[in-house]
């Protein structure tokens, strides 16, 4: 079993300790408000990409059968 973590450690708190994919949701949307308020400030806004990298955590719901 694998979840997929917003907050570090969501999956450590059950048992078993679940292995997860962490995604870094707090710092997305602060991206995505800080974008918009440029937007809604006038500022010019060039076209760009953030790039957020998953983290794979591994716990005690994976194992090698």
């Known amino acids: 079993v694998i979840s997929v973590e917003h907050s570090r450690n969501e999956g450590a708190v059950l048992y078993p300790r679940v292995s997860a994919m962490y995604v870094p949701a707090q710092a997305m949307g602060a991206?995505?408000?800080?974008?918009?308020?440029?937007?809604i400030?006038?500022?010019?806004?060039?076209?760009n990409?953030?790039?957020?990298?998953?983290?794979y955590?591994?716990?005690?719901?994976?194992r090698r059968i």
Do not use: C, Q, V
């Open 31 to 39: 991206g995505a408000a800080e974008l918009l308020l440029d937007y």
């Open 41 to 47: 400030e006038g500022k010019e806004i060039a076209e």
């Open 49 to 55: 990409s953030i790039e957020y990298e998953p983290e």
């Open 57 to 62: 955590i591994e716990r005690d719901s994976i």
